[in-house]
């Protein structure tokens, strides 16, 4: 599961990760509102953790921007703001869960397991192709059977799939696979898209990986895998 920290202290947002990856959680960390909104943009985050007090702004506006965005995580806030009028705003602007600080690691990791538990707002399947993903069960399946690839590869074609068409950058590919194994090689992603275009072609799933130049890779339907962009 892959949890975003949006948190300005890069002391506790550096602590607050190790803890969440012990506990099995892919912890990516941004410190402003700025770099949150551009993160959340893939949509291939399973919660978002929000400090309210940033640099740029409020943390707020991220809930305002995602409350009503199909797909959208959850969004737990976690601030030092806590009179009870502050979180009622945090609730009524569609926070899915308001936690005041101090907070222990425990309660955030149980906190996050019941927001994945209720899941995406308003998530339906993707299909692309005879390609389909759900999110709710992070499934995937090709003309209706199961479509097992090995987990960095899985890992990949979660974010492919969930920003398609949009092109995903190469290093937040490169940051998905880091969070399996930080042992990675150089040419990791490359590697990997590799060994999933001929997973894709294989299955007769009808979708392609290209590349788009000076940017990434992004998941289309079709019949080769060549440049675009």
Known sequence: MRVLLVEDSDRLAALLAEGLRRAGWQAEAVGTLEEAEAAVATGDYDAVVLDRGLPDGDGLDLVRGLRNRPGAPPVLVMTARGTVEEVCQGLDLGADDYIVKPVSLAELISRLNAAQRRGPRGVAPIGLGALSFDPLTRG??????????????RSLLEALIRAAPRPVAKQTLENRLAGLDRALQPNAVEVCVHRLRARLSAAGSGVVVQTVRGVGYRLAAGADGGEAG
Not at 140 to 153: I, Q
């Open 140 to 153: 995937l399946t090709v003309s209706g059977a199961p479509f097992d690839p090995p987990p960095r590869e």
